[in-house]
């Protein structure tokens, strides 16, 4: 279908409107989802790899992401947000094939975690196309009131995917082991574009558009905030099941159902509090509340200990990402918002690229739960970020130059 110039929709159609393109997202991130608790264990125990190791396949998504954030953003802003997320698809999709591959060499460990790494890395890029492009479609069709509500929903669509794609990915490789895992990663992106194609497409907006540089330049102070708010993400996502599986705990794919479980809960009945009293604000409590999780799972004793933490850091960081993201999305025109949703992001695909294999050196020389313990205090640094934008209100700027 042809892109159309679209009015921004009234608040009280932003659910019918946001649905379809958090329908897409779903169905997209369920390949992240399969693949959480089980590809530490993959890595770990199928291939006999270290913990950085682990570590560093992780990362590698977000550090792909991360290079692709620009060009994604731009892509969207001028060749139309649909186009971005169908161009993302294919590439998640082709992932998949690339972890199958990984298996014919499972014998020589180093070069079946080489593929798994590349096929991380199209992963991360593919991401990257779908989130950007998908909170840029959702900020064109609602009225500005709403920003926040859009990068929260689509973000909870997300998240719904990593909750029930959890589960499903732990009976999938129980059963059949790390290829159902690499044929769900194929077929899932498959299934959603039957889902994009009948959407009708937003033409991008003809104005001059800021240079990325001057982007990053509006938005690197949330950008920071968001970065230091998601290591507590990273440490759950990453190494929560290796704790689990280090305690004796059973089911250690609970704490991640937990965790998406809160940060959808968070965002079904707090998204609109960004919009209504300030990002800064809500970032700034929610960075103490993630915070507070992470120490938890540090000082858990018991799996339930360990799962109220992952909860707590799920409802925290559920919030710090819109909460951050409206500041950033103020600070640039509506015709640079792709653009400023990737440079925005990328501070969140540093953070991870960065933090998982940091946090796995740190647990390698220290007992695993310590990560958690220094994942904390990360996050506090999260909280200073909010608390220094609300003691330096942002004043818009003119049109970009």
């Known amino acids: 279908m042809p892109a159309t110039a679209m009015q921004p929709v009234a608040s009280s159609r932003v ?12 169905a997209a991130f369920l390949v992240l989802g399969v693949a959480m608790p089980v590809l530490p264990l993959h890595v770990h125990d199928g291939l006999g790899l270290g913990a950085f190791v682990v570590g560093l396949v992780a990362g590698s998504q977000f550090a792909a992401s991360l290079v692709s954030r620009p060009w994604a953003g731009h892509f969207s802003d001028s060749r139309g947000a649909k186009r971005a ?13 690339l972890y199958l591959l990984s298996l014919d060499f499972t014998g020589a460990p180093l070069t079946s975690v080489a593929i798994l790494l590349l096929g991380r890395g199209v ?20 009225d500005a009131g709403n920003t926040g509500k859009v990068i929260a929903w689509v973000g909870s669509a997300m998240f719904a995917a990593f909750a029930i794609g959890a589960p499903v990915g732990s009976a999938l490789y129980a059963a059949y082991g790390f290829a159902a895992i690499a044929l769900a990663t194929a077929a899932a992106p498959l299934a959603a574009l039957l889902l994009v194609l009948p959407l009708s497409a937003v033409a991008p907006v003809q104005h ?86 992470q120490a938890l799972i540090w000082l858990a004793t018991r799996p339930e200990m360990a799962l109220a933490g992952a909860a707590l850091t799920g409802f925290g960081f559920s ?11 103020r600070r640039v025109p509506a015709q640079s918002r792709g653009l400023a949703m990737g440079a ?8 991870q690229g960065l933090a998982s294999p940091a946090l796995g050196l740190i647990a390698t020389g220290a007992r695993l739960n310590v990560l958690f313990l220094a ?20 004043t818009v700027e003119g049109s970009p130059q």
Do not use: Q
């Open 319 to 329: 919030l710090i990402y819109p909460g951050f993201g409206v500041e950033a999305v």
């Open 15 to 26: 659910t019918a409107t946001l649905l379809p393109i958090m329908g897409v997202v779903f």
């Open 375 to 394: 994942s904390a205090v990360t996050v506090l640094c999260a909280a200073l970020v909010a608390w220094w934008l609300l003691a330096h209100p942002f």
């Open 85 to 97: 997320v169908v161009v993302g698809l294919v590439a998640a999709a082709a992932s998949g094939l």
């Open 208 to 293: 001059a558009r800021f240079s990325f540089a001057k982007v990053l330049g509006s938005v690197w102070v949330p950008g920071l905030g968001s970065a230091l708010g998601s290591v507590g993400f990273g440490a759950v996502t990453t190494f929560v099941a290796l704790l689990f599986a280090n305690r004796g705990w059973a089911n250690g794919w609970l704490a991640y159902t937990a965790y998406a479980v809160a940060f959808i809960l968070a965002r079904v009945f707090f998204s609109h509090l960004a919009d209504a009293i300030g990002g800064a604000k809500v970032a700034l409590v929610c960075a103490l509340i993630e915070a507070a999780g």
């Open 344 to 351: 925005y992001t990328a501070f969140l695909d540093l953070a």
């Open 123 to 142: 992963l991360g890029a593919a991401e990257s196309f779908i989130i950007t492009a998908a909170v840029s479609w959702g900020l064109a069709r609602v």
